[in-house]
Every structure is written in structure tokens, then in C-alpha cells.
């Protein structure tokens, strides 16, 4: 440390680690309760550390297929949704922000328009066009609705929008086609955006849940929220099962973003200037 | 040129069918008595006369606005008070803060409702036990009319911190230092800088935080579906749970369809309002 610290920022570092904490605080407490007996979760007076550290619940959660299997198929669900997505979107901010083509005007506004239809408002129409489809309790209902994202193709383009143009012609005189230069040379240099949009994506399908408890009623393709809620429901006196399946439900985005904070904080910045 | 349209195919035809055709079909539902089973017959205004009519879509409305009062000022205050303090924080312990707090945004709404409904638990439940210590009886948190909107307030107020607070923060941070110094030359105080220069400067942040914020809480589902049920006495009913519970409940869904779309205008009202609140307030332009 050098120097002698403010009495401002003295207090500001007491405040900042207190509301940290308390921010904090129910997350820890979940995990850590994960590995208390059931009468202990609850048990009163308060406690925060177990009396003893057990294993239990999660050999309770693993005894069988379900949650392992509601966790990998919603990661593999969550996983293409978010390629898928990052395909589609990109490509078509790469052709709203680079090349010319008729009615060009018409389909912008035909995409961005949709960014001010609130999902709830068709979310019943889109359970009966999908119904219709056939599509009820299979994965692609899960994934293909929510992939095509205005809000995305509307980043994305800005991000396009700025990039130089000499490149870009550069390659065209080489004779590669615009497609190939989109693939090779915007997809590599678009690894802020992508990874702001593709993060949102992944939290959004991975936390999903109204969508999944209308659409998916077979067990065996539950999602893990669904999943997570049927237990509260089917087993609300296993408190420190519940508590397990919630900390292993809750892990896979922290760690996502734990991994990619830096870009998210950044990516904050940019959002909230606009 | 083809490539652009074959590039612009996938989107435009995900979007057709999973966007443009439920809103046209939710409109053409609408005015029919419709159902997976029978007939569909025209009914006109009716659906809309009978929401319209129905206190019960009303009070759903009511309480979507109540939970903004109770989630939208006190997340956008706290947060805003918070991200003055963030801003005097530096190198490590700064990004330690500012990490931190952004991870129960991460968190779904059915995780954060699990562990609050375990919070809230009569018997061995955290709430109990701290207002025990102050001497207060235990509450049934979310069973009593008077506690179960704050109950799944707080949960809201929570998810939501983090990253209200990093956007104030990124709005701060983006006022210049030369203007509080220039303003400090002619012997400003603490509050005439706030008033004359942050707020101001806030204005499109602080305009971003209340319509995003509002949106989202109206349309507000896990939370009340988890921990509530939309009780006691429908006090929770939040409109989109109401919408989802008549989905369930009623075979024809001209009528649910109806109020969705009621609720759709009703949303885009209000955060058009919101706007011009903001944006007529010629006092402080610069």
C-alpha cells in the first residue's frame, strides 16, 4: 500500500466489501447448505456452517439418471442455441451492415420491428403454431424460436458498421465472394461482440422457464429449471437436496461468467452509454 | 447481390414463424372463440369486452404496477448510491466489487426463488430468526397479505442490483472530472454538484434504468409463480402469471390471447409515458 489512505476511501472499501457480502450472502449460503442434513437447513437457531459436512445430497441428486441428464441436455440445448444464434444473427448484420441489395430498407425494418414485440404478448400464439408444427416436446422447440434475436443483428451491425473498409476490399479483389469474407475475415475479428451476445443467449435459454414448463412436458427432456422446480415441488422436505440441485443449477453461469467478466463489465460500459 | 439474401434468409424466415405469425395469428385469435378441440366461431369485440370487464385482469395490472413501486426506486436508489461508492474503489478490490456483485444477475429466477422461500420459511428460515433477534414475532413472509409482495420484491431488487449498479457506474464515470472541478473553483458544494451536474448528465442512464427496469418487472413470472402462486388473495397476481394461469386453466384462448395483448398496449403506454416524463424536462437541457 503506499501512501496514507482518505478517511472518504477508508469508509468507501467498509461499505463496498459489506454490500458485497450481502450480495453475496444467499449464494453462499445455498452451496453451503448443500451439504447439511435436511433438519439442518432449516434448524433454529441459525446457522451458517453445517455441524457436520456431508455428502449426502448429492449423492441423492446422482442416485439416478434425472438431474444429471436434465443438466447435460440442457448445456447441449443452451450450447447450440448460442452457435446457432451467433450464426444467424451475425450473417445478417453482416449483410444489413456491408453490402447493398434491393428492398434492403423493407427487411431492416422488417427484423428490427420485431425487437418491440414482447415475448409474452405471442407467447401463447407461439405455443399454437408450434403445436401445430409438431414440434411440442422435442429439443427444437426449446432452441429455434428464440434464435433469430433482433436486439442481436441491431449489435452486431454497429460492431460491422465500424469496421475499415480497405480490408474488406482488399479480399474482394482477390475474387473472394462476400460470404468468404464474412467467414474469415469478420467472424474472427468478432470476438467482443460475440462473446457479450453469446453469453446473453446462454443465460437466457440455460435460465429459462416459462417456456420450457409449456412446451416440454416429457420428463425425460425436462430442462433444468423445470426440473429444478418439479423437485421443490415433488420433494419440498429434502431441503438440502433442493439446495444441492440449486447450487450445481445456479454453477454453470457463474462460471461462465466468472470466466468471461471481463469482457461483460466492458461490455456494460457500452450498453450503458448509448 | 444473392449473397446478401441467402445470408438474410435464416433470420428472416425464424423470424416469420416464431414472431410475425404468432402476432398475426394472436390478433386474428383474438376476436374467436378458439380452441385446440372445437370449432373456432367469430365472437368480434367480445374477448376484449370481457377482459376489459373482468377486475380480475385489472387487478393483475395493479399489482404488475405495485411490484414496479416496490422493485424500481429502491433497486434504482440503491444502486445509484452504491455506484458512488464503487467509483472511489481502485485496482483490485475495485473489480473484486464490481464482479461480485453483478453474479446474482447470472442467477435464474427459480434458483433465487428456492433460496428465498428458504429464507422466508416460518420455522428455521433467516428472516424469522433476524427479527426474532429484534424482538418481533415470526411472519408467514409469503402467505400474509401484508408481507408477500415485499417478499418477492426483494428477491427482484437482488437479481437486479449488480447490474443497475455497474451501468451507474459506467454513467458516472463518463462525466467529465473537468466539470465538477470547474464547478468546486466557484465554491459548488456536494449537492449543487449533484443537482447541477450528475443528475443532468444521468438523465439518458438514469432513462434506461427505469424503462428496462419497469418492463422487466411488470412482466414479471418466476417469482411469483415459485414462491407465491400469485397469493395470498391474488396480491402476487402478476399480469403474466395471470395470463399463464388462464392458459391453463381456460380451453379457449381467445380471451387469453386478448388480454396479452391488452397487457402488450397497456406496457408500450406506460413506457411511452416514461419517455416523455424524461425527455420534456427542458429545465435542465443542455
Known amino acids: ?274 | 447481390m444473392k449473397v446478401a439474401y441467402l445470408m438474410l434468409t435464416p433470420i428472416v424466415v425464424l423470424l416469420t414463424i416464431f414472431v410475425v405469425i404468432p402476432l398475426i395469428y394472436a390478433m386474428y385469435v383474438s376476436f374467436y372463440q378458439w380452441s385446440f378441440y372445437k370449432e373456432s366461431v367469430f365472437v368480434g369485440w367480445q374477448n376484449f369486452e370481457r377482459v376489459w370487464n373482468d377486475s380480475k385482469f385489472w387487478g393483475s395490472i395493479w399489482v404488475g404496477i405495485k411490484f414496479v413501486f416496490y422493485t424500481v426506486p429502491a433497486g434504482f436508489i440503491l444502486a445509484f448510491l452504491f455506484a458512488h461508492v464503487v467509483k472511489l474503489l481502485q485496482g483490485k478490490l475495485g473489480s473484486l466489487v464490481k464482479t461480485s456483485i453483478y453474479v446474482p444477475n447470472v442467477v435464474s429466477g427459480v434458483v433465487a426463488s428456492i433460496i428465498f422461500i428458504f429464507i422466508y420459511d416460518y420455522q428455521g428460515g433467516l428472516a424469522n430468526y433476524l427479527i426474532s433477534l429484534l424482538g418481533f414475532e415470526h411472519q408467514a413472509w409469503t402467505s400474509d397479505m401484508r408481507t408477500a409482495m415485499l417478499s418477492i420484491a426483494i428477491p427482484a431488487v437482488w437479481l437486479g442490483f449488480g447490474y443497475t449498479t455497474l451501468i451507474m457506474l459506467a454513467g458516472l464515470n463518463d462525466i467529465p472530472a473537468s466539470y465538477y472541478e470547474a464547478a468546486e473553483i466557484d465554491g459548488a458544494g456536494w449537492w449543487t454538484k449533484m443537482f447541477y451536474i450528475t443528475i443532468p448528465m444521468m438523465k439518458n442512464v438514469f432513462l434506461f434504468v427505469v424503462v428496462t427496469g419497469t418492463v422487466g418487472a411488470i412482466q414479471q413470472f418466476d417469482l411469483p409463480y415459485m414462491m407465491t402462486g400469485g397469493g395470498p388473495l391474488n396480491t402476487t397476481m402478476t399480469p403474466n402469471l395471470f395470463i399463464f394461469n388462464h392458459f391453463r386453466g381456460d380451453p379457449y384462448l381467445g380471451y387469453t390471447i386478448a388480454s396479452a395483448l391488452l397487457l402488450f398496449l397497456i406496457v408500450g403506454f406506460i413506457s411511452s409515458l416514461m419517455f416523455r416524463a424524461f425527455s420534456s424536462d427542458k429545465a435542465i437541457d443542455s
Not at chain 1, 125 to 147: D, E, F, H, Q, W
Open chain 1, 1 to 274: 500500500m503506499r501512501g496514507k489512505l482518505s478517511a472518504s476511501q477508508v469508509i468507501a472499501r467498509l461499505i463496498g466489501l459489506a454490500v458485497t457480502a450481502v450480495s453475496l450472502f444467499p449464494l453462499f449460503w445455498m452451496a453451503v447448505a448443500g451439504f447439511k442434513t435436511k433438519t439442518e437447513v432449516l434448524g433454529y437457531p441459525f446457522r451458517f456452517w453445517p455441524t457436520k459436512w456431508i455428502l449426502d445430497n448429492y449423492q441423492v441428486l446422482f442416485q439416478d439418471w434425472k438431474f444429471a441428464r436434465s443438466m447435460l441436455i440442457t448445456f447441449v440445448g443452451a450450447v447450440i442455441f448460442t452457435l446457432l444464434g451467433l450464426a444467424v444473427n451475425s450473417m445478417a448484420a453482416y449483410a444489413f451492415a456491408r453490402l447493398e441489395f434491393p428492398l434492403k430498407r423493407l427487411l431492416w425494418v422488417y427484423v428490427i420491428m420485431t425487437m418491440f414485440i414482447p415475448s409474452m404478448a405471442i407467447l401463447i400464439p407461439s405455443y399454437i403454431v408450434v403445436a401445430k408444427l409438431g414440434m411440442l416436446n422435442t429439443m427444437a422447440v426449446l432452441i429455434l424460436p428464440g434464435v433469430a434475436a433482433a436486439f442481436a443483428v441491431f449489435f452486431f451491425r454497429q460492431f460491422y458498421l465500424n469496421m475499415s473498409n480497405e480490408m474488406e476490399e482488399a479480399a474482394f479483389m482477390d475474387g473472394a465472394n462476400r460470404f468468404q469474407i464474412y467467414l474469415y475475415l469478420f467472424l474472427p475479428l468478432s470476438m467482443p461482440p460475440f462473446v457479450i451476445i453469446g453469453i446473453g443467449s446462454f443465460l437466457g435459454y440455460w435460465n429459462s422457464f416459462i417456456w420450457p414448463i409449456m412446451t416440454i412436458s416429457n420428463e425425460d427432456l425436462f430442462q433444468i429449471m423445470q426440473l429444478l422446480a418439479y423437485f421443490r415441488g415433488e420433494r419440498s422436505t429434502e431441503t438440502g437436496v433442493i439446495m444441492a440441485g440449486s447450487t450445481l443449477a445456479a454453477l454453470p453461469t457463474i462460471l461462465l461468467f466468472l470466466f468471461f467478466q471481463r469482457y461483460i463489465i466492458q461490455g456494460i460500459r457500452i450498453t450503458g452509454m448509448k
